[in-house]
Nanobody, 128 residues
């Protein structure tokens, strides 16, 4: 069974930075194969929003317009960790952030229903 564990959330002032980590375990291939990993966020009263994705084989990345130029998703293949570096944080970035993994390939990475596995979430709070 694939497990995803997030860490790195916290409270920062606007303009600050945080780095989230997502450690993946329990997959080797077959039905547990992971093709892409993404970060989502959900603020109270709002829908879950796709923030960024990385396709593990080629390293291709995509971002939501709201974070483009400020957030960077990356992977450490050997450690099976995916990172989300968040710079120039704004109060509107405040949300619970979730790591997710999925297969097979999809271009609709921003849709929560395209993912098979989810982490428990880590809170990010940005104050003005």
């Amino acid at each position: 069974q694939v497990q995803l564990v997030e860490s790195g959330g916290g409270s920062v002032q606007a303009g600050g930075s945080l780095r989230l980590s997502c450690a993946a375990s329990g997959y080797t291939g077959g039905s547990n194969y992971i093709y892409y990993m993404g970060w989502f966020r959900q603020a109270p009263g709002k829908e879950r929003e796709g923030v960024a994705v990385i396709y593990l084989r080629g390293g291709t990345t995509y971002y939501a317009d709201s974070v483009k130029g400020r957030f960077t998703i990356s992977q450490d293949t050997a450690k099976r960790i995916v990172y989300l570096q968040m710079n120039s944080l704004k109060p509107e970035d405040t949300a619970m952030y979730y790591c997710a993994a999925g297969w097979p390939y999809t271009s609709r990475w921003y849709r929560p229903e395209e993912y098979n596995y989810w982490g428990q979430g880590t809170q990010v709070t940005v104050s003005s």
